[in-house]
């Protein structure tokens, strides 16, 4: 797997092919997006919604790549809004749904730890319900329990040292 930062264009934006191809990988995912109440409609998921979510300041964007498609993508913020929590957190890692069950979502989130390994870091992430289970699996230990910023919903605070590899 090929892992990209997103890249935009001089005014910010993104360009309409790498767009459409983003929102198809988010519309795969619609059992995700009702959960999450992220979309209005997780059934008419648009491509200006899917540009406004990825516009979130202090967000890297990063694109996974295999099979010749987009398989994946992972949004790192660079810092939490507790000025006490100095690690990045893994926002949102997502696979195409039509590619779940080959190991994609294991490789993506392998090379975003090596990225924020080689930064010296930790990963936190807020998670949910249903992806308990993959996250445990790879190594994160739940940390607490918190509402998230932007929709209040519970969510289970997971953190992972990845200095070794193991939960902190």
Known sequence: M?????????DRGLPGPLLTEITALYASNREFHALS??????D???????????????????LGRGEG???????TLSRH?????????????MVDARLHGRGHGRRLAARVEDRLRAGGHDAVLHNNPKALAFWTALGY?????????????PCAVLRKRLTDGGPS
């Open 37 to 42: 109440g992220d979309f209005p409609d997780p």
């Open 81 to 93: 809004p507790d000025p006490a929590d100095p690690d990045p957190w893994i926002g949102l890692l």
């Open 141 to 153: 230990a739940p940390i607490g329990h918190r509402a998230d910023h932007r929709l209040g919903r």
């Open 44 to 62: 008419d998921i648009r491509p200006e919604q899917v540009a406004q979510e990825l516009a979130t300041p202090h967000a890297e964007v990063l």
């Open 69 to 75: 498609c987009l398989t994946g993508i992972a949004v």
């Open 2 to 10: 090929i892992l990209d930062p997103l890249p935009l264009t001089p």
